[in-house]
């Protein structure tokens, strides 16, 4: 075995056991969140789907009132916020993971 060789092979472990190393301590980080971390996020997912869906409810109805048709607005705009609820939900969980 020659010496460029041995070298190479002590820094891939060196990097393999650095990569172990920070794996373990965002664990351990994660972990020290606890349980008022996850019900923050869970409060934030719900609150980020309530609301939109709401307010296609509310503007839903109002078209229905407003300017009546054999279409229910008020499905139709309900769908509408449960869609951009999700999506901004997604939007806030996956901002929340890119932190991590």
């Not at 719900?46 to 509310?58: E, M, N, Q, R």
């Not at 607005?73 to 309900?78: A, I, V, Y």
Request: aromatic fraction near 12%.
């Amino acid at each position: 075995m020659s010496d460029d060789h041995a070298r190479k092979k002590r820094e891939d472990l060196a990097r393999k056991i650095g990569a172990k190393e920070a794996r373990k301590l965002r664990a351990r980080q994660e972990q020290d969140r606890g349980v008022w971390f996850g019900l923050g996020m869970f409060g934030l997912v719900g609150w980020s789907v309530a609301i939109p869906t709401l307010i296609g409810i509310a503007v839903g109805i109002w078209i229905d009132r407003t300017w009546p048709s054999r279409y229910s607005w008020t499905l139709m705009m309900l769908f509408v916020g449960v869609v951009l609820g999700c999506l901004n939900a997604w939007f806030w969980v996956k901002r929340e993971s890119r932190r991590e």
